[in-house]
């Protein structure tokens, strides 16, 4: 037991007492109009607790069956503590490992006061859990449920209490309480900063800056329009005949492709002797409002192609990631009924074609919250950015919340530098014309994978009819394009050269996956007869990143190497990154 100062933590108690006036201050000063609000359909709560009740009182006897099944459990657990404290036998199916990250602390499960709460955390979690799963609901209503619960369950984690935590405990005694009071001091902080909804800080933002140790390939900004940048990236002195054109997400900034040197997908691709050309999105004002996601295929593709075209490339191999790989899809049927054979191949990065289950994001975006959604993009013009990275952000809440919570506020600490969370932390704003088409037409009408339903650009959008050669990313753990879904995408084009690629990990950390690296596996398929799990069972594992195989598929249909463009006379308007993906949102 460290040596304690009482006059040391009388006066921690009297900082931590300033700093919470301060708090208290700033928020009776604050206005509803300064907060940006959530688009949680609460206005439903009520019909769908009646429902419930309903079907737990028609169908007694599975309300009951969990409640039993809980009971004993817990009895249970109550028993082997009590033989733990008496020091007799007990009999325990818990293995020794516990997975959990937010119970790695060897008091969660050595100390019997810290083992029982944990133990009864995770069995009042299940016991939860299974109640929703018993109630024979439709899926809106259903994903509705799980993500309250999840959000409930996971705050209420004896990890994000200061008397519950271990960690925590040990820290505030080891410093006399100074890490609440650099807690309250780092609170205060993301409070002033957040201007509405709350951000929590997740990495140290002033270690990075774009083109000095972030987003650095070196490249030149040979085009722009409104909505993009255009940047060629310098080559080999020889490359394959086929440039690549790479589309990102405009949810977020397109650096995730090039972050450091070490990791950036970009610079390995250019490294492989390929010509590399990407669209950096502007972060839109209300001046964009507009916008449609039409303007975006015939302003982000099509515009940027003619420039490729002029360099001497008649066709390019598409990248599209995300929402970008969306864009591609629609793009690809409106190239080919105009007869514009552009695209040599595609390749499609974790990307949503069919929104029939769009994952835990349905809870925000669906019928019932598409009013409140249109309410608050006409105030200003555009979604704001910060809304975008909360939503994903409570989709992982433990690692992008909660965890930076205990760090942060309870144990006082800075989060280290790190260049994913980084980039995750700007965001970007959506035009509110494209951003409410997007959502009524695909998310929630699901009409791009119906033929004919959507025109775009003058031509009715047909993927059926698409036949140039697939590579389908999905990622095993990506809770944003759940990756049977994505697999169901892409299944509707006609291509009879498909290749799906199913890599572990999520959304972002499944696609920069290093070639070098063996971290995470992936597996390859070429029989789309069945659905995704019958898929799965015919495809072959490969326990390295999902680079290389996707390396050997592109080198096949690139054609031979050859010399490279005259980079250094190329004309450009600025070097990369450029400007546009400097903006910041307000």
Same mark, same amino acid.
């Given at each position: 037991?460290?040596?304690?100062s009482?006059?040391?933590?009388?006066?921690?108690?009297?900082?931590?007492?300033l700093?919470?006036?301060?708090?208290?201050?700033?928020?009776?000063?604050?206005?509803?109009e300064?907060?940006?609000?959530?688009?949680?359909?609460?206005?439903?709560?009520?019909?769908?607790v009646?429902?419930?009740?309903?079907?737990?009182?028609?169908?007694p006897?599975k309300?009951?069956?969990?409640?039993?099944?809980?009971?004993?459990?817990?009895?249970?657990?109550?028993?082997?503590?009590v033989?733990?404290?008496?020091?007799q036998?007990y009999?325990?199916?818990?293995t020794?490992?516990?997975?959990?990250?937010?119970?790695?602390?060897?008091?969660?499960k050595?100390n019997?006061?810290?083992?029982?709460?944990?133990?009864?955390?995770?069995?009042?979690?299940?016991w939860?859990?299974?109640?929703?799963?018993?109630?024979?609901?439709?899926?809106?209503?259903?994903?509705?449920?799980?993500?309250?619960?999840?959000?409930?369950?996971?705050?209420?984690?004896?990890?994000?209490?200061?008397?519950?935590?271990?960690?925590?405990i040990?820290?505030?005694?080891?410093?006399?309480?100074?890490?609440?009071?650099?807690?309250?001091?780092?609170?205060?902080?993301?409070f002033?900063?957040?201007?509405?909804?709350?951000?929590?800080?997740?990495?140290?933002?002033?270690?990075?800056?774009?083109?000095?140790?972030?987003?650095?390939?070196?490249?030149?900004?040979?085009?722009?329009? *409104?909505?993009?940048?255009?940047?060629?990236?310098?080559?080999e002195?020889?490359?394959?005949?086929?440039?690549?054109?790479?589309?990102?997400?405009?949810?977020?900034?397109?650096?995730?492709?090039?972050?450091?040197k070490?990791?950036?997908?970009?610079?390995?691709?250019v490294?492989?002797?390929?010509?590399?050309?990407?669209?950096?999105?502007?972060?839109?004002?209300?001046?964009?409002?507009?916008?449609?996601?039409?303007?975006?295929?015939?302003?982000?593709?099509?515009?940027?192609?003619?420039?490729?075209?002029?360099?001497?490339?008649?066709?390019v191999?598409?990248?599209?990631?995300?929402?970008?790989?969306?864009?591609?899809?629609?793009?690809?049927?409106v190239?080919?009924?105009?007869?514009?054979?552009?695209?040599?191949?595609?390749t499609?990065?974790?990307t949503?074609?069919?929104?029939?289950?769009?994952?835990?994001?349905?809870?925000?975006?669906?019928?019932?919250?598409?009013?409140?959604?249109?309410?608050?993009?006409?105030?200003?013009?555009?979604l704001?950015?910060?809304?975008?990275?909360h939503?994903?952000?409570?989709?992982?809440?433990?690692?992008?919340?909660?965890?930076?919570?205990?760090?942060?506020?309870?144990?006082?600490?800075?989060?280290?530098?790190?260049?994913?969370?980084?980039?995750?932390?700007?965001?970007?704003?959506?035009?509110?014309?494209?951003?409410?088409?997007?959502?009524?037409?695909?998310?929630? *009408?699901?009409?791009?994978?119906?033929?004919?339903?959507?025109?775009?650009?003058?031509?009715?959008?047909?993927?059926?009819?698409?036949?140039?050669?697939?590579?389908?990313?999905a990622?095993?753990?990506?809770?944003?394009?759940?990756?049977?879904?994505?697999?169901?995408?892409?299944?509707?084009?006609?291509?009879? *050269?498909?290749?799906?690629?199913?890599?572990?990990?999520?959304?972002?950390?499944?696609?920069?996956?290093?070639?070098g690296?063996?971290?995470?596996?992936?597996?390859?398929?070429? *029989?789309?007869?069945?659905d995704?799990?019958?898929?799965?069972?015919?495809?072959?594992?490969?326990?390295?990143?999902?680079?290389?195989?996707?390396?050997?598929?592109?080198?096949?249909?690139?054609?031979?190497?050859?010399?490279?463009?005259?980079?250094?006379?190329?004309?450009?308007?600025?070097?990369a990154?450029?400007?546009?993906?400097?903006?910041?949102?307000?």
């Amino acid at each position: 037991m460290p040596h304690i100062s009482a006059d040391e933590v009388l006066g921690n108690i009297k900082q931590a007492n300033l700093y919470y006036q301060q708090i208290l201050l700033r928020l009776l000063q604050s206005k509803p109009e300064d907060f940006t609000p959530h688009f949680l359909n609460n206005k439903e709560a009520p019909s769908i607790v009646s429902k419930l009740l309903n079907y737990s009182l028609q169908h007694p006897d599975k309300f009951n069956q969990v409640n039993i099944d809980h009971l004993c459990k817990l009895h249970k657990l109550i028993n082997n503590t009590v033989h733990k404290f008496t020091n007799q036998e007990y009999s325990s199916e818990e293995t020794d490992e516990i997975r959990d990250r937010r119970f790695k602390d060897p008091a969660w499960k050595n100390n019997i006061y810290f083992d029982f709460i944990r133990q009864y955390y995770t069995l009042s979690s299940d016991w939860l859990q299974n109640n929703i799963d018993q109630y024979d609901v439709d899926n809106e209503v259903k994903r509705y449920l799980e993500f309250i619960t999840s959000q409930f369950m996971n705050a209420m984690s004896p990890s994000n209490f200061i008397f519950s935590n271990p960690e925590v405990i040990r820290e505030s005694l080891n410093s006399s309480l100074k890490n609440i009071v650099k807690g309250m001091e780092n609170f205060l902080h993301d409070f002033e900063k957040s201007h509405g909804l709350f951000n929590i800080t997740t990495t140290d933002e002033n270690q990075f800056e774009l083109g000095k140790n972030i987003a650095t390939t070196e490249g030149k900004v040979i085009y722009q329009n *409104d909505l993009m940048q255009l940047i060629c990236y310098k080559p080999e002195n020889n490359s394959h005949a086929v440039p690549i054109f790479i589309i990102p997400p405009w949810i977020n900034k397109y650096y995730i492709l090039d972050l450091s040197k070490n990791n950036s997908l970009v610079r390995w691709l250019v490294k492989n002797n390929f010509q590399v050309f990407l669209v950096s999105w502007v972060n839109p004002d209300k001046k964009l409002a507009n916008k449609n996601f039409e303007d975006y295929i015939e302003r982000g593709i099509i515009q940027p192609y003619k420039q490729i075209q002029q360099l001497g490339f008649n066709k390019v191999n598409a990248v599209g990631y995300c929402i970008g790989g969306t864009l591609l899809a629609a793009a690809l049927s409106v190239l080919q009924n105009k007869q514009l054979n552009y695209i040599n191949n595609a390749t499609f990065l974790t990307t949503l074609i069919d929104f029939t289950d769009p994952g835990e994001i349905g809870a925000f975006i669906n019928k019932a919250t598409l009013d409140l959604i249109e309410q608050e993009v006409k105030k200003k013009g555009y979604l704001d950015g910060k809304y975008i990275s909360h939503s994903f952000s409570l989709i992982r809440v433990n690692d992008l919340v909660w965890s930076f919570f205990v760090n942060n506020y309870l144990l006082g600490k800075q989060p280290n530098a790190f260049d994913i969370l980084y980039w995750n932390s700007d965001a970007t704003n959506l035009p509110q014309k494209m951003y409410l088409y997007y959502l009524k037409n695909m998310y929630i *009408d699901n009409l791009l994978k119906v033929p004919g339903k959507l025109t775009m650009l003058g031509s009715k959008v047909d993927l059926s009819k698409v036949t140039l050669p697939i590579f389908s990313l999905a990622a095993k753990g990506d809770h944003i394009a759940l990756w049977k879904s994505v697999y169901d995408g892409m299944k509707l084009f006609a291509s009879t *050269d498909k290749t799906f690629c199913l890599t572990e990990a999520g959304h972002v950390a499944g696609i920069i996956n290093p070639a070098g690296q063996r971290k995470y596996s992936h597996n390859i398929g070429l *029989d789309f007869t069945g659905d995704a799990e019958s898929w799965l069972k015919t495809s072959k594992a490969h326990h390295n990143s999902w680079w290389n195989c996707w390396l050997k598929w592109l080198q096949e249909k690139s054609g031979k190497l050859q010399k490279s463009i005259n980079y250094n006379d190329l004309s450009y308007i600025e070097k990369a990154p450029g400007s546009y993906v400097k903006m910041k949102s307000e």
